[in-house]
């Protein structure tokens, strides 16, 4: 935390909810009051402007920085989620500008992002959801000077409060309609407080981040200029995957904030617990699984933070983030629920009272991979990489440095602000082992290796009979073993540059190794009994080994940090 306090945007952060305290904000979560005090504060501070705003376009001397953001996002989880809702939903809708090739518009909506503004990502429909092609917001050319939109968007974050809002449409015509092919997408800046056809605003109630504003409105004829347009047609798709790709990999880091704050005061609840003459934490169950919870919110921190490295090294040659970007999305907050769940075994019922933060923590977690189904969706994108992943290369592929371990002061990256080539068959990765070779002394890390080579099998000689892109069920199933896999891989990459001490990599990879085994399972149910791919998968399941010395080593580790 020392390190992370050298930025001076933090500290402000720190600030803030130290003076504001967790009794303040757990009575506004029960009254889903919205947080205006802290806008007012970050606006003050300019904090969003001096995390999101580049270099370019910046009059404060900002740049565009991925390690201060995601540090900055960690910690903002660690004191609240739904406040740190508002910048996420802040980067959505602003990034489809930076995008874009409207340079007015950038000038504007940094100019308002400086003046303390926020942003909004208009592209989710009630009767749809994130089902684009269904889109029934719809813009038409209107007379000479411009465009007409009408249509509702649900689920939208900053729908109270956002300065502009940026709405993905589809293009109607004005005379009638070509039912040959399909209407190309059209993104819309509309400026709420200018906009008086935006209307009928509601906040919908939800099981967490409760204070913050997920809503809805309306827009009934609309008129705007040709200018407010950001993007139309492929580069409205390439800004709408563009920005999803790029801005949700960082909910990531807010679960990794919440599982920490929450382990803390599971630690602390239980330093002072005594059932039947004894402290809960030297009870051998609540060790063992207090050690487990530490490993997982260990291996989510050492993944994302290594995938980050990844995201500041992607280029035209290098976009194996695409892969470790969609894993990320999928993986690390539904890590982040198993991480609560083990935890919750050991606070019992202190964690459902109401001015724990542990109580919102369980709701907040859950929220984060369950919207629209947004883990399904990833799963299947890393579907998409199973070939090449395994695919031996044919030169040397380089590993990125690291952004946190190795002193690099990360500049922006041009390629962020660009229309992205998305073929998962162009992506060429290092050898799918080599990241296990320096951790070979650890017997659970061999055992995963076996599991990886046993689906590598199956890759190379039972999907190549099916077709998993035409089952999505499938598809999904294929996705969560290789994202096991490729979270693993990352896991191993960045213990050996963090020197994680082997106990914990050993927790570390019986998880990983239970989880392999577990999907790996699901996948052969899948495939009728004596099938070609059933004895493939049959070397996938393993059994891990982790002695009481590694749970031993782990427990006084965490003793150590937390003061037990």
Same mark, same amino acid.
């Given at each position: 935390?020392?390190?992370?306090?050298?930025?001076?945007?933090?500290?402000?952060?720190?600030?803030?909810f130290?003076?504001?305290?967790?009794?303040?904000?757990?009575?506004?979560?029960?009254?889903?009051?919205?947080?205006?005090?802290w806008?007012?504060?970050?606006?003050?501070?300019?904090?969003?402007?001096?995390?999101?705003s580049?270099?370019?376009?910046?009059?404060?001397?900002?740049?565009?920085?991925?390690?201060?953001?995601?540090?900055?996002?960690?910690?903002?989880?660690?004191?609240?989620?739904?406040?740190?809702?508002?910048?996420?939903?802040?980067?959505?809708?602003?990034?489809?500008?930076?995008?874009?090739?409207?340079?007015?518009?950038?000038?504007?909506?940094?100019?308002?992002?400086?003046?303390?503004?926020?942003?909004?990502?208009?592209?989710?429909?009630?009767?749809?959801?994130?089902?684009?092609?269904?889109?029934?917001?719809?813009?038409?050319?209107?007379?000479?000077?411009?465009?007409?939109?009408?249509?509702?968007k649900?689920?939208?974050?900053?729908?109270?409060?956002?300065?502009?809002?940026?709405?993905?449409?589809?293009?109607g015509?004005?005379?009638?309609?070509?039912?040959?092919?399909?209407?190309?997408?059209?993104?819309?800046?509309?400026?709420?407080?200018?906009?008086p056809?935006?209307?009928?605003?509601?906040?919908?109630r939800?099981?967490?981040?409760?204070?913050?504003?997920?809503?809805?409105?309306?827009?009934?004829?609309?008129?705007?200029?040709?200018?407010?347009?950001?993007?139309?047609?492929?580069?409205?798709?390439?800004?709408?995957?563009?920005t999803?790709?790029?801005?949700?990999?960082?909910?990531?880091?807010?679960?990794?904030?919440?599982?920490?704050?929450?382990?803390?005061?599971?630690?602390?609840?239980?330093?002072?617990?005594?059932?039947?003459?004894?402290?809960?934490?030297?009870?051998?169950?609540?060790?063992?699984?207090?050690a487990?919870?530490?490993?997982?919110?260990?291996?989510?921190?050492?993944?994302?933070y290594?995938?980050?490295?990844?995201?500041?090294?992607?280029?035209?040659?290098?976009?194996?983030?695409?892969?470790?970007?969609?894993?990320?999305?999928?993986?690390?907050?539904?890590?982040?629920?198993?991480?609560?769940?083990?935890?919750?075994?050991?606070?019992?019922?202190?964690?459902?009272?109401?001015?724990?933060?542990?109580?919102?923590?369980?709701?907040?977690?859950?929220?984060?991979?369950?919207?629209?189904?947004?883990?399904?969706?990833?799963?299947?994108?890393?579907?998409?990489?199973?070939?090449?992943?395994?695919?031996?290369?044919?030169?040397?592929?380089?590993?990125?440095?690291?952004?946190?371990?190795?002193?690099?002061?990360?500049?922006?990256?041009?390629?962020?602000?660009?229309?992205?080539?998305?073929?998962?068959?162009?992506?060429q990765?290092?050898?799918?082992?080599?990241?296990y070779?320096?951790?070979?002394?650890?017997?659970?890390?061999?055992?995963?290796?076996?599991?990886?080579?046993?689906?590598?099998?199956?890759?190379?000689?039972?999907?190549?009979?099916?077709?998993?892109?035409?089952? *999505?069920? =499938?598809?999904? $199933? /294929?996705?969560?073993?290789?994202a096991?896999? +490729?979270?693993?891989?990352? !896991?191993? %990459?960045?213990?050996?540059?963090?020197?994680?001490?082997?106990?914990t990599?050993?927790?570390?990879?019986?998880?990983?190794?239970?989880?392999?085994?577990?999907?790996?399972?699901?996948?052969?149910?899948?495939?009728?009994?004596?099938?070609?791919?059933? *004895?493939? =998968?049959?070397? $996938? /399941?393993?059994?891990?080994?982790?002695?009481? +010395?590694?749970?031993?080593? !782990?427990? %006084?580790?965490?003793?150590?940090?937390?003061?037990?």
């Amino acid at each position: 935390m020392a390190e992370y306090l050298q930025d001076p945007s933090l500290r402000l952060l720190v600030d803030f909810f130290r003076a504001k305290g967790l009794p303040a904000l757990k009575e506004e979560d029960r009254r889903e009051d919205w947080y205006q005090d802290w806008i007012d504060y970050q606006a003050q501070h300019r904090l969003y402007a001096s995390l999101l705003s580049p270099k370019q376009y910046s009059s404060l001397g900002g740049r565009f920085d991925i390690r201060r953001l995601t540090r900055f996002l960690e910690a903002f989880a660690y004191f609240s989620p739904a406040h740190a809702y508002s910048l996420h939903v802040s980067f959505l809708g602003l990034f489809p500008i930076l995008m874009s090739p409207n340079e007015a518009l950038k000038q504007e909506a940094v100019a308002r992002l400086e003046g303390g503004g926020l942003f909004a990502f208009g592209v989710s429909e009630k009767a749809h959801g994130s089902d684009l092609l269904a889109n029934e917001f719809t813009v038409t050319p209107g007379d000479s000077s411009g465009w007409m939109a009408d249509g509702s968007k649900y689920y939208i974050g900053n729908a109270n409060a956002a300065c502009l809002i940026s709405v993905l449409a589809r293009k109607g015509s004005a005379g009638p309609a070509d039912t040959t092919k399909r209407s190309p997408l059209v993104f819309v800046a509309i400026r709420p407080g200018e906009a008086p056809a935006l209307r009928n605003v509601r906040k919908i109630r939800t099981l967490g981040i409760r204070t913050a504003f997920v809503g809805e409105f309306e827009v009934r004829g609309h008129a705007f200029p040709e200018t407010d347009v950001i993007a139309q047609g492929r580069e409205a798709w390439d800004a709408f995957f563009g920005t999803v790709n790029f801005g949700k990999f960082f909910l990531g880091f807010g679960a990794i904030g919440i599982c920490e704050h929450a382990f803390t005061e599971a630690v602390a609840h239980m330093r002072h617990r005594v059932l039947f003459g004894k402290p809960v934490g030297e009870m051998s169950h609540i060790r063992a699984a207090t050690a487990f919870a530490f490993a997982r919110l260990t291996a989510m921190k050492l993944y994302a933070y290594r995938a980050l490295d990844y995201l500041q090294a992607s280029g035209d040659d290098e976009r194996r983030y695409l892969l470790f970007g969609a894993v990320q999305k999928a993986k690390v907050s539904t890590e982040g629920v198993k991480v609560m769940g083990l935890l919750s075994e050991c606070i019992g019922g202190r964690g459902f009272e109401a001015e724990t933060y542990f109580e919102s923590a369980l709701r907040d977690t859950q929220l984060i991979p369950g919207l629209e189904g947004s883990t399904h969706i990833n799963f299947g994108l890393t579907a998409q990489f199973i070939d090449t992943y395994f695919t031996t290369p044919t030169r040397e592929v380089p590993l990125p440095k690291s952004v946190t371990l190795d002193g690099i002061d990360p500049d922006e990256n041009p390629y962020w602000f660009a229309a992205r080539d998305r073929n998962a068959k162009t992506v060429q990765f290092a050898h799918f082992l080599r990241a296990y070779e320096p951790l070979r002394s650890v017997a659970n890390v061999r055992t995963f290796r076996k599991q990886v080579k046993a689906v590598r099998q199956f890759a190379d000689g039972g999907i190549s009979s099916v077709n998993p892109t035409g089952d *999505a069920g =499938l598809l999904i $199933a /294929v996705g969560k073993c290789l994202a096991t896999i +490729a979270y693993g891989q990352l !896991v191993a %990459e960045n213990c050996l540059a963090a020197k994680v001490a082997p106990a914990t990599v050993s927790l570390i990879f019986q998880g990983l190794i239970e989880d392999l085994s577990a999907e790996a399972v699901k996948l052969s149910a899948i495939f009728p009994p004596g099938s070609p791919q059933r *004895a493939l =998968l049959k070397g $996938a /399941v393993r059994f891990p080994r982790t002695s009481a +010395a590694d749970l031993t080593s !782990v427990s %006084e580790l965490i003793a150590l940090r937390h003061g037990t």
